[in-house]
């Protein structure tokens, strides 16, 4: 019975040192828990005392926000929409172009291609042909007035007096062709009275559809392989005529729609036209946001070799380098919208 009575005690004595080592436990992790918030604070303030920003931090930040300003002032386009007439008198001079296009099929002379205006500004006799093309819509409908696509089609169709339109794939849902259909463009003569006089203009007018794009490829490629100096010559002569076209346009009110947009439905292109989103803006924002770039990879260099040739480039460096770059640039976007204010509140 005392043997029984002694083994009791030494597993009560046992359960009681193992009780007391959970509670001590329990105390230093009650302890642990109890310091955290110190713990927290202690680390948050190393934390901003090594990455805050420092007196030798803000020439940076000036620097930042002066070019950031210059750059939005010099690269925004503030310059208002021209007409048609003024756009293309801006870029071309005052070259009169004329419709006098040849009868032969997919090819136009190199003094037809310089005298002509570009066959895809037609819309004349869309409705004849249900081509659905008329003055509002025909940059969004002709790929010739693509800014990129253009310098394919808009060349071709210089080169051979033709027109190619599209349907787009929400239209169609065709993904081969994009619901593409080509037509050939011809000088008709429009009769009509200014008062008491008879007036004749010759105008370009849709008269009948073409065929597929790979005639009118093949076309400019005989004519370059079977006369290559022509060829050639004609084909530099009716891409520049196409480029200076694009620039005009670009310029004008309307402008040119998003790259590659009317592919997916013309409709869509002029939507986002009509709102303001159109390549003259786009390449607006383009420039902005490249050179807004370049300044900041500039600043970056400049506070990387200041600090690299002193106190050394530490990942502290890093995060004031992007506090430097924050603030600068929230400092020019506020002066820059003040400008804007005051500006609009004295035209």
């Not at 009681?16 to 642990?32: A, V």
């Not at 969004?140 to 060349?155: A, E, M, S, V």
């Not at 169609?172 to 200014?194: R, S």
């Not at 009509?274 to 370049?294: H, P, R, W």
Request: aromatic fraction near 10%.
């Amino acid at each position: 019975m005392s043997k029984i009575l002694d083994e009791l005690d030494n597993d009560i004595k046992f359960f009681d040192s193992e009780d007391q080592r959970i509670i001590n436990r329990l105390e230093s992790f009650k302890r642990f828990v109890s310091n955290i918030p110190q713990e927290v604070n202690s680390l948050s303030d190393e934390f901003r005392l090594k990455t805050g920003l420092r007196k030798e931090d803000y020439p940076f930040i000036f620097l930042c926000a002066g070019l950031q300003a210059m750059r939005q002032y010099f690269l925004t386009d503030f310059k208002t929409r021209l007409s048609n007439k003024d756009a293309a008198e801006n870029v071309k001079g005052k070259t009169k172009e004329s419709s006098a296009r040849g009868q032969r099929k997919y090819y136009q002379s190199i003094p037809r291609i310089r005298l002509n205006p570009v066959p895809f500004d037609a819309s004349w006799g869309s409705n004849d042909l249900n081509a659905g093309i008329g003055g509002n819509n025909h940059r969004f409908k002709c790929l010739g007035h693509d800014p990129i696509l253009g310098y394919f089609f808009g060349t071709l169709n210089i080169m051979t007096g033709t027109l190619t339109a599209l349907e787009g794939i929400c239209k169609t849902q065709n993904y081969k062709d994009f619901g593409i259909e080509n037509y050939f463009v011809k000088t008709e003569v429009l009769n009509y009275m200014k008062g008491d006089k008879e007036i004749l203009q010759f105008q370009d007018k849709l008269v009948e559809k073409a065929g597929p794009m790979s005639e009118i490829v093949d076309a400019v490629y005989q004519r370059i392989k079977n006369d290559p100096e022509e060829g050639l010559m004609a084909l530099g002569i009716a891409l520049r005529k196409e480029y200076l076209h694009l620039k005009s346009d670009k310029r004008s009110t309307q402008s040119l729609p998003i790259p590659a947009v009317s592919l997916i439905s013309p409709e869509f292109a002029k939507g986002l036209s009509d709102v303001g989103i159109d390549f003259e803006n786009l390449e607006t924002i383009g420039k902005q946001a490249m050179c807004s770039y370049l300044i900041n990879i500039i600043i970056h260099f400049l506070y990387y070799l200041i600090h690299k040739s002193t106190d050394g480039y530490r990942d502290e460096h890093k995060i004031r380098l992007q506090s430097i770059l924050n603030v600068g640039n929230a400092i020019s976007t506020i002066s820059n919208l003040a400008y804007c204010l005051i500006g609009s509140m004295f035209t």
